[in-house]
Structure formats: structure tokens, C-alpha cells
Nanobody, 126 residues
């Protein structure tokens, strides 16, 4: 089993920045990829970004490309999400997730992720 603890959410004005963190523990050697998803009331969970735990390849949703950056610290088993130029439409509950799947073609699919954090709220005011 892998446990994920995500943190760093908060309230920020439009144009501001936040950095989310996700600390993994347990059988972290089984992780192939980690990602961030977000959910707003009444909507499906949405892929935001992902990073390969082994080679550092990154993937982004079009809506956050150029504004968000995912990074990892393998020594600390931690993934970070730096969010810049935040917009009100970025308001959501953000979840960290970890995948054991080696299929990089489906990095965006929630069903490929085996473990989830509890979520951290990000609110962007206009």
C-alpha cells in the first residue's frame, strides 16, 4: 500500500501563486507515475498534470500548460505542483494520485491511478 498526503491549498487572488505538495509513504517503490487531478462541484474529476517517477517525463492538461509545473523529489518521495497565474476557474479540490501502471499513454486517466490523497482546496478569487 501507498499513502499520500497532499497539502498547500488555500485562498489566493487571481494572478497569484500556490504550491501544493504530496508526500508518499509505504511501498513507494511500486509507483511509476504521480499526478494531480481536480474536482469542482457538479463536474467530473479532471486531469491536471502528471510526472513519471522514473524518468521525470511530465504531462499537462491544455488548461494549465505554461502556468503550472509539476516536479518531484525522489529522495523525499514528494511531488510538488507549482501553480502560477491562477485564475478563478482553477478553483477546485486538488487531489494527488499515484499509479503503478507503466502505460504512459493513459497518464490522464483517473482509473490508472491506484492511490489517492485526501484532497486540498484551492480557491482563486477574482
Amino acid at each position: 500500500q501507498v499513502q499520500l498526503v497532499d497539502s498547500g491549498g488555500g485562498l489566493v487572488q487571481a494572478g497569484g501563486s500556490l504550491r501544493l505538495s504530496c508526500a508518499a509513504s509505504g511501498r513507494t517503490f511500486s509507483i511509476y507515475r504521480m499526478g494531480w487531478f481536480r474536482r469542482t462541484p457538479g463536474k467530473e474529476r479532471e486531469f491536471v498534470t502528471a510526472i513519471s517517477w522514473r524518468n521525470g517525463n511530465t504531462y499537462y492538461a491544455d488548461s494549465v500548460q505554461g502556468r503550472f509545473a509539476i516536479s518531484r523529489d525522489n529522495a523525499k518521495d514528494t511531488v510538488y505542483l507549482q501553480m502560477n497565474s491562477l485564475k478563478p476557474e482553477d478553483t477546485a479540490l486538488y487531489y494527488c494520485a499515484a499509479s503503478r501502471s507503466v502505460n504512459s499513454a493513459t497518464y490522464y486517466a483517473a482509473y490508472e491511478y491506484n492511490y489517492w490523497g485526501q484532497g486540498t482546496q484551492v480557491t482563486v478569487s477574482s
